[in-house]
Nanobody, 118 residues
Framework: QVQLVESGGGLVQAGGSLRLSCAASGSIFSSSTMGWYRQAPGKQRELVATITRSYITNYAGSVKGRFTISRDRATNTMVLQMNSLKPEDTAVYYC????????????WGQGTQVTVSS
C-alpha cells in the first residue's frame, strides 16, 4: 500500500515560517510529479506548488516568492518551506504524488493543518 506521510504543520504567527515534509515510497516518488495542495474551510482544494521528476517547479501566484518546494531522491522526501506566512495561508495542506503518466496512479496524503494567526 502506498503511503504519503506528511509532517510539519502547526500554528504560527503571521510573518513566521513552517516547513512541511512528505515522505513517499521509493518507486512512487521516483516516478511522480510531487506537489502540495491546500484546502481552506468552505473553499475548493487548490494548487500550492509542484516539482517534477526533473526538478521543474511551479507555484501558485499567491505563494510565489514566499514558499519553496524541493525534493530529495536520496530520502524520497518532498519539502515545502513556507516563509512570510499570512493568515490567508491557513488551510489543510495535502501532499500529492502524480504518477498518471508513468504508472497511471495519483496519490494523496492525509493532510496536515497549517494555521496562521494574525
Amino acid at each position: 500500500q502506498v503511503q504519503l506521510v506528511e509532517s510539519g504543520g502547526g500554528l504560527v504567527q503571521a510573518g513566521g515560517s513552517l516547513r512541511l515534509s512528505c515522505a513517499a515510497s521509493g518507486s512512487i516518488f521516483s516516478s511522480s510529479t510531487m506537489g502540495w495542495y491546500r484546502q481552506a474551510p468552505g473553499k475548493q482544494r487548490e494548487l500550492v506548488a509542484t516539482i517534477t521528476r526533473s526538478y521543474i517547479t511551479n507555484y501558485a501566484g499567491s505563494v510565489k516568492g514566499r514558499f519553496t518546494i524541493s525534493r530529495d531522491r536520496a530520502t524520497n522526501t518532498m519539502v515545502l518551506q513556507m516563509n512570510s506566512l499570512k493568515p490567508e495561508d491557513t488551510a489543510v495542506y495535502y501532499c500529492n504524488a502524480d504518477s498518471r503518466v508513468v504508472l497511471g496512479v495519483n496519490y494523496w496524503g492525509q493532510g496536515t493543518q497549517v494555521t496562521v494567526s494574525s
